[in-house]
């Protein structure tokens, strides 16, 4: 079983910055895929970004040039680097780890104050 626990959620204001972590532990296969989604209230869950374990990254056209995602293979954790945030960012973010099944963490609240 694999382990995901998200951290550095919080509230900020508008053109803020966050830095989200999630760490996985357990039985984590070496070759994997993490991914950070988003779910806004009412509204369907979201890919935000993902990262395999050889650094090749991807992103939501509405992040791209504002969130960073990164990884430290040795920690195994990846990190999501927020910048310029905006209203429509708020949402819970989750991290998600694929190696043949989806290992789902508990979500963090991301509120952006205009």
């Known amino acids: 079983q694999v382990q995901l626990v998200e951290s550095g959620g919080g509230l900020v204001q508008a053109g803020g910055s966050l830095r989200l972590s999630c760490a996985a532990s357990?039985?984590?296969?070496?070759?994997?895929?993490m991914y950070w989604y988003r779910q806004a209230l009412g509204k369907e869950r979201e890919v935000v970004a993902r990262i395999n374990t050889y650094g090749t990254t991807h992103y939501a056209d509405s992040v791209k040039g504002r969130f960073t995602i990164s990884r430290d293979n040795a920690k195994n954790t990846i990190y999501l680097q927020m910048n310029s945030l905006q209203p429509n960012d708020t949402a819970v973010y989750y991290c998600?780890?694929?190696?043949?099944?989806?290992?789902w963490g508990q979500g963090t609240q991301v509120t952006v104050s205009s």
């Open positions: 357990g039985s984590i296969p070496s070759t994997n895929v």
């Open positions: 998600k780890l694929y190696a043949l099944r989806d290992y």
